[in-house]
């Protein structure tokens, strides 16, 4: 299971780091990220970071995010620094696993809103 926290309600150009705690150890999964949903949009991805940490980024987001893990404690941060009110959204954490005989699994966390006062 993951379990997301460190969502707010911010001002713009303020900062807020989300963290994503997992149940089980992150080194087995292939890549942990972060996506967004805001009203009545699609689901996306802001951020992922591979086994062997490898990062990439929305453009929306370049410069501004930075997504991180730290292994000893099952845990994936994204650190947002200026933030803008089109960042308002639910943040929600995924991890995946892909076996070899058995497919790929998805796994999400329950999200957390972060909202950017203008």
């Known amino acids: 299971q993951l379990q997301a926290s460190g969502g707010g309600l911010v001002q713009a150009g303020g900062s807020l780091r989300l963290s994503c705690a997992a149940s089980v150890s992150i080194v087995s999964f292939n890549t942990l990220g972060w996506y967004r949903q805001a009203p009545g949009q699609q689901r996306e991805l802001v951020a992922g970071i591979t086994s062997g940490g490898s990062t990439n980024y929305a453009d929306s987001v370049k410069g501004r995010f930075t997504i991180s893990r730290e292994n000893a404690k099952n845990t994936v941060y994204l650190q947002m620094n200026s933030l803008k009110p089109e960042d308002t959204a639910v943040y929600y954490c995924?991890?995946?696993?892909?076996?070899?005989?058995?497919?790929?699994?998805?796994?999400w966390g329950q999200g957390t809103q972060v909202t950017v006062s203008s």
């Open positions: 995924n991890a995946v696993l892909r076996t070899l005989y058995s497919g790929t699994f998805d796994y």
